[in-house]
């Protein structure tokens, strides 16, 4: 299967934030920033693998600012790293005042989606280029958080044997 370059993947959602988006204080409920940052990040593993994806796990989900109603989100999600069949996506928030045209980066997501062929099993995914200085940072870090989370899974399963709790 032919590599394909990370950028191929890029992937821009944008959305106005409305009063029916917002939590009891006033401020955009942080589960509609969630599920559009799922969005975006299928979008992208969707471009690059031009398959079927599903969603295997949130890693990551920073909240750096509140988001207010009336302001504007874009979500730019890309691919960061590919293994078998699964790819990290990054996705980075930026929330936009219309009226002043300030711009702040609110959220920064990670997620892994897995490829699925046509009987909804996991497939190959197309392997990743990543070309650009920028890139080639991202998926060194995303072979960082993966090897993290397959320590921390070992890790646990390793302590529930020791504690007979399988
Ligand atoms: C994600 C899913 C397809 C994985 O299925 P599975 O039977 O565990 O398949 P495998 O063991 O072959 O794993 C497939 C890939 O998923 C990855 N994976 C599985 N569980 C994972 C998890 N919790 N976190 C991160 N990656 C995970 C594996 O590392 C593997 O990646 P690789 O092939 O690149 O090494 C399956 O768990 C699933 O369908 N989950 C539900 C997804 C969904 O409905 N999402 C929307 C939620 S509403």
């Not at 299967?1 to 944008?14: G, W």
């Not at 078998?84 to 892994?112: D, F, K, Q």
Request: overall charge neutral; glycine content about 6%; hydrophobic content about 45%.
């Amino acid at each position: 299967m032919d590599a394909k370059p990370a950028h191929d993947s890029e992937a821009v959602l944008v959305r106005w934030m409305s009063i029916v988006d917002a939590n009891s204080a006033g401020f955009v409920h942080g589960g509609i920033v969630m599920k559009l940052c799922d969005e975006a990040a299928g979008i992208a593993a969707v471009k690059h693998s031009r398959r079927r994806v599903v969603t295997a796990a949130i890693d990551r989900m920073t909240f750096l600012d509140p988001v207010h109603v009336g302001q504007l989100l874009t979500f730019k999600a890309k691919v960061n790293a590919v293994w078998r069949t699964s790819m990290e996506v990054g996705v980075r928030v930026e929330a936009e005042t219309p009226l002043t045209g300030e711009i702040r980066h609110t959220s920064t997501a990670y997620l892994t989606m897995v490829v699925l062929d046509d009987r909804g099993e996991p497939t190959a995914a197309p392997p990743l280029l990543a070309e650009s200085p920028d890139e080639q940072r991202r998926m060194r870090e995303a072979e960082v958080r993966r090897r993290n989370r397959l320590a921390e899974r070992e890790e646990i399963r390793a302590a529930r044997d020791r504690a007979g709790e399988l």
